[in-house]
């Protein structure tokens, strides 16, 4: 064999290795973003979910009281914005909206013990908690999602491919900060 035919088939041989790694990078980066939309999907039907409870929730709670118009305003008004919230950052925030005024719900409940064992509310209140704990794992899974896909698109030589096919960075889906806080307990 030629000399020249030698160096051809090595050129041939290493462009095919070059293009067989680009085509797998690009694969890998759609297949990641595929799963991080979908795990956002399921966290919408889980928040959509809690959305859904909260007029039974209210209409209970209205049931019961005549003058808390205020905080059913709160939860109505936060759960109307996570309904409409097209963003990742939207949603977060009108979560964290309604998780704040849902919890005012709540210390007004306690005023009432004829709303406390109305089983109604107590049903409600049960699907509402599980609710709550589908979201958590919703969110962790699509934080999982993002965290694999952003880090897949970070590593050489895989951010090449993402840099030239727009492969942007997602958003974690986070609690806000008063989450942090440590509920204080007072008897």
């Not at 919408?44 to 909260?54: F, M």
């Not at 709540?106 to 509402?128: A, I, R």
């Amino acid at each position: 064999m030629k000399k020249s035919s030698i160096i051809l088939l090595v050129i041939v041989a290493i462009v095919a290795i070059l293009a067989i790694s680009m085509i797998g990078s690009y694969n890998g980066l759609v297949s990641k973003k595929e799963v991080v939309s979908q795990k956002l999907s399921d966290l919408d039907t889980t928040l959509q979910r809690r959305a859904d409870l909260i007029p039974n929730l209210v209409n209970t709670v209205k049931g019961f009281t005549d003058h808390e118009n205020e905080v059913i305003e709160k939860v109505t008004s936060a759960r109307e914005k996570l309904v409409g919230a097209n963003s990742i950052e939207d949603k977060q925030k009108a979560n964290d909206e309604l998780s704040e005024s849902l919890k005012s719900l709540m210390v007004v409940v306690e005023n009432y013990p004829d709303l406390k064992s109305s089983e109604n509310f107590l049903n409600l209140q049960t699907e509402l908690a599980g609710t709550e704990n589908r979201i958590a794992v919703a969110r962790r899974d699509y934080n999982d999602a993002v965290k694999d896909y952003n880090s897949s698109s970070k590593k050489f030589p895989t951010n090449i491919m993402a840099g030239m096919f727009g492969f942007g960075e997602e958003k974690y889906f986070e609690a806000n900060e008063k989450a942090q806080e440590v509920p204080s307990v007072n008897f």
